[in-house]
């Protein structure tokens, strides 16, 4: 989950505003009960669209001149 959705599930379960939530995701995070995880799969895909990208750009630049 999200950060944001984190802090709307918050929202709603404790039933308060998004100060008092976004209050009780730093203590959460403090305390260590909510981890930071990467999303390594879309990083991955991200990478390798930006390669294909530059590849693309590359022979079509060798192409034309």
């Known amino acids: 989950m999200s950060k944001k959705e984190i802090i709307k599930e918050i929202m709603f379960q404790c039933d308060c505003d998004r100060e008092q939530a976004k209050e009780i995701f730093r203590l959460a995070r403090q305390n260590g009960d909510i ?30 001149f």
């Open 35 to 64: 981890d930071i995880v990467v999303n390594w799969i879309r990083i991955g895909n991200i990478l390798v669209a930006s390669l294909l990208i530059v590849s693309l750009i590359y022979f079509f630049w060798n192409k034309l």
